[in-house]
């Protein structure tokens, strides 16, 4: 039995770097996981590497779903909720995740500042997902520094497993 058993999240910028290591400890830990990114092919093999890695594991999979979106994005975010609430119809963790540039558009960088894209998309993230927390629902803000790497043992996902109040 996992500590998320039953739990419903949502990772932003799950389809890399701290949002990737953090999804995967989730669904290890049984919870049903929506992952955002940005790209459709980064999202579709972080899609693919979770469930593989799941079914090794427990042989019954399926509890992960890639959804397109950028979180600096107001319509991007509507659909992501949209699509959790019509999916789930709840969220029981926001893990609102950032890290390193995700944009390889030089002249999209800059024109909007890392702060625009990171910091509000977190809090944007948030703001919208209010109407689908329930009872005991937390959300979970994690970033880390570009250079530093996301990987170290899982760590970043055990830490938000552990601020998401599960317990064992």
Sequence with gaps: ???????????????????????????????????????????????????????????????????QGDVSNAGDLDRVFAQIEKEKGKLDVVVAATGETTSDDLAERENRSSFDIYVNGMFATVEKAIRLLGDGACVVLLTASPKEKAGRNGSAGKSAIRCSGAHG
């Design 1 to 67: 039995m996992g500590k998320l058993d039953g739990r419903i999240a949502l990772i932003t910028g799950g389809d890399h770097g701290i949002g990737l290591v953090t999804a995967k400890e989730f669904v290890k830990e049984g919870a049903y996981v929506f992952i955002t990114g940005c790209s459709d092919s980064r999202l579709a093999a972080a899609v693919t590497e979770i469930e593989a890695k799941e079914l090794c594991r427990t042989r019954v999979g399926g509890n992960i779903a890639g959804v």
